[in-house]
């Protein structure tokens, strides 16, 4: 399972993560899966009870992701101005957070994946990915390229984390 975390983590992270980091988080989310008892003994400064929604190596992998690769809102300008934030000032956008303040949330998931699409064609785009159980917020998301999307679907399906494209599990949602 480890090398399947850390394939995974390496690529929703898109280079936002250093490797050995990756691979930290990878190995301690592998114990946690493997013997959460155990792992929580060994670590009793994790903050994790059987009370919460998702498995302990999952939550590891969740609670380590920085906001750079784990986005997390209640608005889908919210969102947008954290993907904004987490490519720094050198990249402009089409669309401001504002915009999308007073339209659908099918048409400001829309527009968000236009302008991310549109980003790093050579890599397929990004493609917004709903990642893991949602816990304290609305929006829980990952960017991935879309040249990974199928390897990251497939990961994430290996090791039992919830992940699925946005735009099309808001329209199954929604049933458009």
């Not at 998702?54 to 992701?65: K, N, Q, R, T, Y």
Request: aromatic share 6%.
């Amino acid at each position: 399972m480890k090398n399947q975390l850390v394939e995974l983590i390496g690529k929703i992270s898109s280079g936002c993560l250093r490797d050995e980091d990756i691979e930290r988080i990878a190995d301690e989310a592998a114990q946690a899966y493997a013997d959460p008892q155990a792992f929580l003994a060994a670590n009793p400064d994790i903050n994790y009870d059987d009370t919460f929604p998702i498995p302990l190596g999952e939550w590891l992998v969740v609670g380590s992701l920085p906001d750079t690769v784990l986005f997390q809102a209640d608005t889908y300008a919210d969102l947008l101005q954290q993907i904004i934030d987490s490519f720094g000032k050198d990249i402009s956008f089409n669309i401001k957070p504002k915009q999308l303040n007073k339209v659908e949330a099918l048409t400001a998931l829309n527009r968000i994946q236009v302008q991310m699409s549109s980003m790093s064609k050579d890599r397929g785009g990004y493609q917004l990915v709903n990642f893991s159980q949602l816990l304290d917020d609305e929006l829980q998301m990952v960017l991935v390229f879309g040249d990974d999307l199928p390897r990251v679907l497939e990961l994430s399906a290996e090791v039992g984390i919830a992940a699925a494209p946005a735009l099309e599990a808001l329209k199954v949602a929604i049933h458009v």
